[in-house]
């Protein structure tokens, strides 16, 4: 981007067409982050367990690309979420390398033990692929010039 976030909300809010700009702009962003999340599933599947089944488990969370932009900031989010039995997992710590699970069999308060596993199933993807970065950043200057054409 050739601009800063700031400058570029700034000009946005002076732009008249500012609606059609932020909704293309909006299907640009969501269209450039698209390709990473199979990329995310396939390494939860690659470096996850694959006894019991976790790494199928893990792949087959819901992902999801939210952008948002405030007069002060602006930002693609990807997100991810799993339900479990009981409550949402821990897919952040599982990123982190971290993994509880009950002894098989027994779900009781007790049986819950911590398990290393390998870490970076989600990050991992997301920092090695640069074309998502590029193509977001391409969204974000089209869109700069058709403010700027007027």
């Known amino acids: 981007m050739a601009v800063s976030a700031e400058q570029f909300a700034a000009e946005l809010r002076a732009f ?8 293309a702009l ?28 976790l790494g199928r488990w893990v792949a087959s969370a819901k992902i999801g690309a939210r952008i948002g ?3 002060r900031t602006a930002g693609v989010r990807l997100r991810g979420g799993r339900k479990s039995l009981r409550d949402a997992s821990d897919l952040r710590r599982l990123d ?8 098989f069999g027994r779900r009781h308060g007790n049986a819950w033990h ?23 950043d391409a969204e974000v200057d089209a869109a700069l010039d058709i403010i700027r054409r007027g």
């Open 16 to 23: 008249d067409g500012r609606r059609q700009i932020v909704k």
């Open 26 to 53: 909006r299907r640009g962003l969501t269209r450039a982050v698209r390709p990473v999340i199979p990329k995310v599933r396939a390494h939860a599947i690659d470096i996850l367990p694959s006894s019991g089944g």
């Open 69 to 71: 932009y405030t007069s």
């Open 96 to 103: 982190a390398g971290s993994l509880r699970h009950p002894t």
């Open 114 to 136: 911590p398990q290393k596993v390998t870490p970076g199933w989600w990050t991992d993807p997301l920092s090695q692929d640069q074309q998502w970065v590029a193509a977001a």
